[in-house]
Structure formats: structure tokens, C-alpha cells
DNA sequence: GTACGACCTCAAGTTAAGTTGAGGTCAAAC
DNA sequence: GTTTGACCTCAACTTAACTTGAGGTCGTAC
């Protein structure tokens, strides 16, 4: 019962927004593996909409590509992934995402206090807490700036 | 009254847990403005580990270099800056936060939606929303996807 | 029959925020 | 008097997530 409706690389980027560059760099990382037609053409399923369209949720609450092939991996392997997969990915996002504002929520919290003193020094302020830093997303390589090291007494 | 009391920049780089490498990259962007001793080492103000710590806490917030540059230049030019100045910087930041936390509660809501129908298709689901988009951060050229384009109906 | 648009590959460029390394100075300690 | 540690400069590398460009193939529309 699979219907001819395969679509092309453009195609897809019309439904999902992302430019057709970008698909073609998902697949050559893994993200998404269409056929080819005589041509050499991609040809996508369907359902690879919906595959796209995780990834832009996933990268909007902060997953690396890498994370996200990982996730992926969760998926069904041989028939297309059906509402209860995906529900299943969708809640470790819920928990992600909880993570996330509580952590800015300390933050804000810690901030009043600086508001109050005016002082914006780490440890005085207690703002600033090194289990906080690892949420920070960033590029490039600034690994874990947290950690052991105490840092010292300020000012 | 401005006793002998400049710092080495290892000194500040132990105060603050930045690395060497960092502060010099600091300087070079024009974060801060070391003066030389006679061998052409950099010495530093007391007052600069406020100033590299209130770095660290906006990296953490989310701003680029390039923000916190703007938001530093809003400090005093002659004087030090004094806990109203700084004061005055932390409020934009709470500000800013709420926004953070605001977009990441709409997210978990639309997701909670998505969790009952498992569907995690984009406009169907109303998650995803463009408005969000911009708030993402990520590295690299990837501008605007969000914008005036309508992304279709669909599946 | 040729111009156009959509597609292809592969290599190289882009950005942010640093890091790493080579090669060199200077002062204090042994 | 040489070794050690802290500092200096400048250039090149790193990572993520793409984009851009050159050079080439198809199929359809005029």
C-alpha cells in the first residue's frame, strides 16, 4: 500500500523550513536516509517530515546533532515510527526541559539577591554556581569550566 | 589613595576560575583594558574581577561577547563602577531571564499537548513556534530560520 | 534546441569562543 | 650559571552546524 508519494529534497525543505543544504547535511550525519531514483535523485518518506521536524524541536530545547542521532536510535527500525514512539521521545524532553527552567530559575533567584546588593560578585553573591555552568550552551571547545577547583575568596 | 594592589594575570585567572588564554582572548576582544608594568606584563585592577565575573554571569544568562561588550559599555568611563552601576546592568539581566523562562514554559506546554497525541508534527501540534526559534542559540551561520515565511500544511 | 529550474557532488568557508603550540623574555631560586 | 615558573606574542587549530561555490546532470517548457 505504499503510495508513490515520495518526495524530493525540495519538497521537504518547503515543509519543514529548513533549507535544502541543510537536509543534505542531516543525511551525510546520519539524520535521515532517503533513496535514490534512477537519477541519483533523494527521494523521502513521508514520514521524514515528521523525522525533520523532531530535530528542529529537539535543537529548539537545546540537543546537540549528536544527542539527537542518539534519540533518533530510539526509534523502531523497520516500519515508520508510529504517535506512541515518538510520545515516548517527547517525554525525556519534558524532563530536559524542566531541568532547564529550574536551573534558570535559580539563576533569576540569585540574581534578585545581586539586584538587592548590587555587588555582582560570584562568591559573595552566590550567584554564579558551578552545577549551573554546565548548562550553559556554547560552541567550540570551553569544556568543563565547573568542577573541583575552588575558587578562591573574592575582592 | 590607589594602593600597589594590581593584579598578575594569573592572579586573576585563579580568582575568577578563567583560564589565561581566556582573559588574553578577553583583552583582545576589549573586554578589559590591562595596563603593562615595565617588563610589558599585564597588570590588572582590582576591580576587573567584578568585571570578568560579570562575564561569566552573562555567558551563563546567554548573552554573546559581542552583548556583553554593549552592556559593559553602559559602565562608567572614568570612575570604577560601583554596586549601583552594576546594579543597574542586573536588572536588564532579570529581565532578559523572565523572557528565557517564558519561551522554555511555552515549549513544555505545547510539548505536554504533543504528549497526548504523540504526534510531534510541527503546525499540527502548534509546538514549534517561530517566535521561539530566535531565542535558540547555536553556533555557526544559522540565521533567522523564523520569519515571514508560512511553513505550509502539514503531512 | 536551448534555456531554466531542480537536482547532484565535493571542497572550502563561516562564526563563536577559546585553546594550543612554538619561540622568546625576565626574575628569583638552587 | 642554569633551571624554573610566570609571563609575552602570534599563528594556527578546534567544534558545531551549516552555507557557499564550482562544476556537472536531467527533464521540461518555450
Given at each position: 500500500m505504499a503510495r508513490t508519494t515520495?518526495?524530493?529534497i525540495g519538497d521537504l525543505a518547503r515543509r519543514?523550513?529548513?533549507s535544502v543544504s541543510a537536509i543534505r547535511f542531516y543525511e551525510a550525519r546520519g539524520l535521515v536516509h532517503p533513496m535514490r531514483n534512477g537519477a541519483g535523485q533523494r527521494r523521502f518518506a513521508r514520514s521524514d517530515?515528521?523525522?525533520l521536524s523532531f530535530i528542529l524541536i529537539a535543537q529548539q530545547?537545546?540537543?546537540t546533532l549528536e544527542e539527537i542521532i542518539a534519540e533518533l536510535a530510539r526509534l523502531p527500525e523497520g516500519r515508520a515510527p508510529d504517535?506512541?514512539?515518538w510520545q515516548a521521545i517527547s517525554r525525556s524532553f519534558r524532563?530536559?526541559?524542566d531541568r532547564q527552567i529550574a536551573a534558570l530559575e535559580r539563576t533569576r533567584d540569585r540574581l534578585d539577591g545581586c539586584i538587592g546588593c548590587g555587588c555582582l560578585?560570584?562568591?559573595v553573591c552566590a550567584l554564579y554556581n558551578?552545577?549551573?555552568r554546565a548548562a550553559a550552551r556554547g560552541s567550540g571547545p570551553r569544556y568543563v569550566l565547573g568542577g573541583t577547583d575552588e575558587p578562591g575568596a573574592l575582592v
Open positions: 515520495l518526495l524530493a519543514t523550513g529548513l517530515i515528521r523525522r530545547i537545546g540537543l504517535p506512541s514512539d524532563a530536559r526541559l560578585s560570584l562568591n558551578p552545577d549551573d
